[in-house]
């Protein structure tokens, strides 16, 4: 395993941020003067309803409540119920307050921790990182931030290295985040035009 995966491995959690007014609000829909007789079809509104201006992002709302598409388990579920399911994980160490559990797809960071006999002390998923090549609600991690713009939208923040350098999971990289009320989703990269080379789904 090279120093750069290792250290990846360490380093990659995932976070999701609310997206502002993302399909959260719905149009009532109101039936006026029921005693009418004669119905006129429904036309199309000239002005469809359009999300704010500052959001434009495409997140389904299981992203709002710690969950990512294609994973079955999600930020708040309990590691044991994890470790029956997933079975052992290729790597667990210790990491940023509590264990970390490595898997092929997908690395989730815990609460949890060991016991004096090494024994896993259950604790709950608070973030999950990914690798290069995972699809993440349409984006791809090894796109371009550019690329990750057109897919998931343009309400997003980017950090740069300066701003990242206290960062434990993606520090001195550039960043976008975008967020997702009670999570943040933060695609990471050492350059602020190349591919991106990890991401995060995590608890604010």
């Not at 940023?96 to 921790?113: E, H, I």
């Not at 991106?196 to 604010?204: E, F, G, P, Q």
Request: proline residues 6%; aromatic residues 12%; glycine residues 12%.
């Amino acid at each position: 395993m090279s120093i750069r995966w290792k250290l990846w491995i360490m380093g990659a959690a995932v976070a999701t941020v609310l997206v502002s007014g993302c399909s959260s609000e719905k149009t009532e829909v109101k039936t006026e003067k029921p005693q009418q007789v004669e119905q006129k079809p429904a036309q199309p509104s000239p002005d469809p309803v359009k999300p704010p201006a500052n959001s434009g992002n495409v997140f389904p709302e299981s992203a709002t409540g710690g969950f990512v598409e294609g994973f079955e388990f999600g930020i708040g579920d309990h590691t044991g119920d994890v470790l029956r399911q997933w079975g052992e994980p290729e790597h667990m160490e210790y990491w940023a307050g509590g264990l970390y559990l490595s898997y092929p797809q997908v690395v989730l960071f815990t609460d949890a921790r060991l016991d004096n006999e090494d024994h896993v002390i259950d604790g709950t998923v608070r973030e999950m990182g990914f690798r290069p090549g995972t699809d993440l609600f349409g984006a791809k991690v090894g796109q371009t931030f550019a690329e990750i713009e057109a897919v998931l939208g343009s309400g997003y923040v980017k950090h740069s290295p300066d701003d990242n350098k206290n960062n434990e999971f993606y520090g001195e990289m550039w960043s976008i985040e975008y967020d997702l009320g009670s999570y943040l989703l933060v695609f990471s990269g050492e350059q602020e035009e190349g591919p991106t080379d990890s991401a995060y789904y995590m608890l604010k």
